[in-house]
């Protein structure tokens, strides 16, 4: 699967039908994480990764620090089932798990949806690999990624997308992570980032898997 061809079709569909004003304010917000320092915050390579056990679709602890102890780790966050283009990265992430798998690369997603989100999301695309349930957003936090939505971009979503993100949530507050994608390695240092405040372009499965296996 190309996730690139699949994003541009998704780009190019809600395009023509997001009203101008809705857009104009999403792609404001966009360029303010770009100016506003955000990127800055976000960790780079030759970080040590935040350590984390979060609870998988089955409702089982899954720790990060076990994970590592059998090889490299890719850690992928996106903002959830909802996001057309979150899904899309999830389903060709699905697509080339048994690839990570034999090349000896575990392989997790983050969202801040609920377990229940999760639960759905994952029996829905038959996903292989743990979908990782981040409360609050706290590891997203930690690595640096997680925005609060400004006033205008929330009524955005509550009205023209009629989404509530805290509820679909079940957090606190209106927050998400940019889309990031991290390769750690077996001492738990960051060796790879790639993270866009622009949610519709997502590296491919395949840029991050050479990156890895060559750890």
């Keep these: 699967m190309q996730l690139e061809r699949t994003l541009a079709e998704l ?8 009203p101008d004003g809705a857009s104009a304010i999403m792609e404001s917000h966009i360029e303010s994480l770009r100016k506003n320092g955000a990127v800055d915050q976000i960790l780079k390579p030759g970080a040590k990764a935040p350590a984390f056990t979060l609870k998988n679709q089955h409702g089982e602890d899954v720790s990060s620090v076990d994970l590592i102890k059998h090889g ?7 903002r959830g089932s909802w996001c057309p ?10 697509e080339e798990y048994d690839q990570f798998q034999q090349a000896g690369i575990e392989l997790v997603v983050l969202s801040p949806q609920s377990l229940e989100k999760a639960r759905q ?5 038959k996903l292989k690999f743990n979908l990782l349930v981040d409360k609050d957003n706290e ?3 930690a690595f640096g990624l997680v925005y609060t939505f400004p006033e205008d971009l929330k009524n955005v979503y509550s009205n023209v ?3 509530d993100i805290q509820a679909v949530n079940e957090a ?5 992570p940019i889309p990031a994608r991290f390769v750690i390695d077996g001492s738990g240092v960051i060796r790879d980032a790639k993270a866009d405040p622009d949610y519709r372009y ?4 395949s840029e991050v898997f050479d990156i890895a296996k060559k750890l």
């Design 11 to 18: 780009r190019d569909k809600f395009a023509k039908i997001i």
């Design 161 to 163: 997308f009629k989404l």
């Design 139 to 141: 590891i997203g936090k």
């Design 172 to 176: 606190s507050s209106w927050q998400l």
């Design 72 to 78: 490299p780790l890719v850690v992928s966050f996106t």
């Design 121 to 125: 999301q994952a029996t829905a695309e």
């Design 85 to 94: 283009f979150c899904a899309a990265e999830v389903r060709a992430l699905n």
């Design 202 to 205: 997502r590296p491919e499965p």
